[in-house]
């Protein structure tokens, strides 16, 4: 795919699977909804005490992986690869889970200045994850042609 392409089929997916490396070293796949930061970036949030805080807060280093499709002729992806950046800030965290409930739960964007004041209390629990990729590897099978 074309890092535009990419871009679009990041901003449409449902899931990204996160995996960072547990306790254990081994990897720690988990699945997440997301959106996209201003940069492009795949941004969500989770408990502070999370798993998923503490193994990155260890190791930052992480794979995303975003697919799609039924058929092997539909079947498209993009994996991410490089480490989980951190966010505190109640805002920012506001800003995704605003933007989480537009994109999932069907909220309305004209609901989200209440949605966040209701929701600050609930965000300064929360830690905010950026995917920051020093790798991008995509595909598309309907590019295929029928050629499989």
């Not at 990204?16 to 795949?42: H, N, Q, R």
């Not at 989980?84 to 994109?103: C, G, R, S, W």
């Amino acid at each position: 795919m074309s890092p535009e392409e990419v871009r679009d089929f990041l901003a449409s997916g449902r899931e990204l699977v996160l995996v960072t490396y547990g306790p254990d070293g081994l990897p720690d796949p988990v699945p997440m909804w997301y959106v996209l930061d201003a940069e492009g970036a795949p941004v969500m949030r989770t408990y502070r005490k999370s798993q998923k805080v503490a193994n990155v807060r260890r190791d930052p280093r992480c794979a995303a992986l975003v697919t799609s499709g039924d058929r092997y002729d539909e079947l498209r992806g993009v994996q991410l690869t490089g480490r989980v950046e951190t966010f505190e800030d109640v805002d920012a965290i506001l800003d995704v889970l605003a933007a989480v409930a537009v994109k999932y739960q069907g909220a309305s964007p004209d609901d989200v200045p209440a949605f966040r004041a209701g929701m600050r209390e609930y965000a300064a629990k929360q830690t905010g994850l950026r995917v920051v990729a020093d790798r991008v590897a995509s595909w598309d099978h309907g590019k295929l042609g029928g050629r499989y």
